[in-house]
């Protein structure tokens, strides 16, 4: 069987069975032809007699119609990368204004972003070699700044 067939979806199926049933085709028939164009990715013979009877009620629709409940939620690169300018320009911003902005807020800083808070900062969970010597570096430099200017007021007192 070609790719092409396997790339078949529902509303391609959906206008098959459509075209088919106004030509006057019994759903066996349909199905029959479905498997063997498309194989083991045809749609079951229940699916076509269910869609038949769709469109004998006059749905001629082949788009799959609103479904109620909670709706999906999608991470797209666009607001990814609008949490991530937002934790740049403030590290120690909280998750809750951020949540003010943007939906899945901590699903996509923990998963995607791949960080964690860390001292009221947002930092990377893993950091590589490089990142690791520069902050040890830099923890380095205030210890000895705080540890100098302990070292200067014990001496004032």
């Not at 069987?1 to 075209?19: G, L, P």
């Not at 590290?91 to 001292?119: F, N, Y």
């Amino acid at each position: 069987m070609s790719d092409d067939a396997r790339d078949f979806n529902n509303m391609e199926t959906r206008a098959v069975i459509k075209f088919r049933f106004q030509q006057g085709k019994a759903p066996k028939k349909i199905h029959t032809i479905l498997t063997e164009t498309l194989g083991e990715h045809a749609s079951s013979y229940a699916t076509v007699k269910n869609w038949m009877a769709q469109q004998k009620r006059g749905d001629f629709s082949t788009c799959d119609a609103p479904r109620p409940g909670r709706p999906k939620t999608v991470t797209i690169p666009e607001i990814i990368d609008q949490i991530h300018e937002l934790i740049l320009e403030d590290c120690r911003i909280s998750a809750l204004s951020i949540a003010e902005q943007c939906e899945r807020v901590g699903s996509i800083i923990h998963e995607d972003l791949d960080t964690r808070k860390l001292s009221a900062k947002w930092v990377p969970k893993c950091l590589n070699a490089d990142q690791k010597r520069h902050r040890c570096q830099s923890s380095e430099q205030i210890w000895n700044f705080f540890g100098a200017i302990q070292m200067i007021s014990c001496r004032d007192r």
